[in-house]
């Protein structure tokens, strides 16, 4: 029993030894964090740590004396993203520290990306300071005229902190070409204008689109404008809520959800849904176009693998690192990482930008909303990859910044066949 006390107390000083219970920057966990950040309108600078990172441990006296000179006016946090991963991942912590300023949109956090002393800390807070009181002088009177015109619409008229915005409107004309065969997952509201109930849930509908921005598609259809979709999937109260999971092509497919109606037990159905239906896939990165899906949009880590040209391999060759790619992929699932491949040589400048063209294969991870890569340094294994990727989501591997992101020509999808040599008659 001692034991166990003694290392729960291990444990809870390893957390603290950064900020004690004499620091004005105030330890945060799941819990305290909803109620003190997220329900409230006050402003906050929260940084999440690690116990263990050497950057967390230089930055603790410079957080410390920000904490102290801003004391009254902004609030300033800290959470243990080691111990507390779920929190972490929620606003896709990739690397420690990491500090993220709550304004008065709860749901949409903004990064610091200042300099790692007080002074920037203080100056970045009164620039938030200020920016927020200008916002609420000028937004007051345009806010009142805005919950005015959707009390007639939508799907009630209730206030939260989500944004009405990040819920996507589904109509009879537009639903197959956004819902069907999607790479996304949805879950959708089928609401009446008139419904207290449909109102009432309006405010957890927002915020369900916020908190799964990029995640998971929420959107709303108004079954009583659109009788179609009503019939077709059998709406016969409001309002009624359906999953339709990444892939979804049979109306059979659409899922019934019965659960409680507050954001939080909704986003955890949602992500568990989708993690269900999240096809296990490399993709061959062949333009812009796909990079950007994949990486830059995309809320998570992108793994990408650098493969021999074929010149110089084979298919069978090819295949195997593919594999080996795809094994890691179905390992890691429910993780929010894309996996893609490229023939090394066919975009140098690219490769030269991230360190990955000296030889192949290489392997890099790269985080586009942050903008930042890291690149594997060991051998191309299974073991190496998945090690390598796990660093990278639990911030234990370090990340490189880059200010461009270099152009990425477009080329040829591989055919699945050896190189085939081209002879020339004359010789």
Not at 17 to 43: G, H, I, M
Not at 164 to 191: P, R
Not at 290 to 305: K, M, P, Q, R, S
Not at 339 to 353: K, M
Request: charged share 25%; hydrophobic share 35%.
């Amino acid at each position: 029993m001692n034991k166990v006390i003694c290392l729960l107390s291990l444990l809870l000083a390893t957390s603290y030894a950064l900020y004690d219970s004499r620091s004005k920057v105030q330890l945060l966990t799941p819990q305290t964090f909803r109620e003190k950040v997220l329900n409230s309108k006050s402003l906050w600078i929260v940084e999440f740590f690690a116990p263990w990172c050497g950057h967390c441990k230089a930055l603790a006296p410079e957080y410390e004396k920000a904490a102290k000179t801003l004391e009254g006016i902004v609030n300033i946090a800290a959470v243990d993203a080691d111990a507390h991963k779920d929190l972490g991942g929620q606003y896709g912590i990739q690397g420690f520290p990491t500090i993220k300023f709550f304004g008065e949109n709860k749901n949409s956090p903004s990064d610091y990306q200042g300099e790692r002393s007080a002074q920037a800390i203080i100056n970045f807070a009164l620039e938030q300071v200020k920016s927020t009181v200008n916002g609420r002088q000028k937004g007051s009177s345009s806010n009142k005229n805005q919950q005015k015109q959707s009390s007639g619409s939508g799907s009630g008229s209730g206030s939260g902190s989500g944004s009405a915005d990040d819920v996507i409107v589904l109509t009879d004309s537009n639903f197959d070409e956004n819902v069907l065969k999607s790479k996304d997952s949805w879950f959708v509201e089928f609401y009446a204008p008139w419904c207290g109930h449909c109102k009432k849930l309006e405010p957890e509908w927002n915020k369900l689109g916020s908190e799964l921005k990029g995640k998971v598609k929420v959107a709303k259809v108004d079954a009583t404008a659109n009788t179609q979709l009503a019939t077709r999937f059998g709406v016969s109260g409001y309002p009624t809520l359906k999953f339709f999971p990444a892939g979804f092509s049979n109306d059979s497919e659409a899922i019934s959800y019965d659960g409680a109606r507050d954001s939080s037990a909704m986003i955890e159905y949602a992500l568990e849904q989708s993690n269900k239906s999240k096809k296990v896939e490399v993709v061959e990165l062949l333009s812009k176009d796909v990079l950007t899906e994949n990486c830059i949009d995309f809320n998570g880590v992108c793994i990408i693998a650098f493969l021999p040209h074929i010149y110089d391999s084979n298919k069978q060759e090819r295949n195997q690192y593919i594999n080996q790619l795809l094994e890691v992929a179905k390992s890691l699932k429910n993780k929010p990482v894309n996996f893609l491949w490229t023939q090394g040589g066919d975009n140098y400048e690219f490769e030269e930008a991230f360190q990955c063209a000296a030889a192949h294969p290489s392997v890099m991870a790269l985080s586009g909303r942050k903008s930042v890569y890291a690149k594997l340094k060991g051998a191309f294994s299974k073991q190496n990859i998945e090690q390598f990727v796990n660093n990278a989501l639990n911030g234990r591997e370090h990340f490189n910044q880059y200010s461009r992101l270099p152009n990425f020509k477009k080329v040829e999808k591989w055919d699945g066949q050896d190189h085939k040599p081209v002879y020339n008659d004359e010789f």
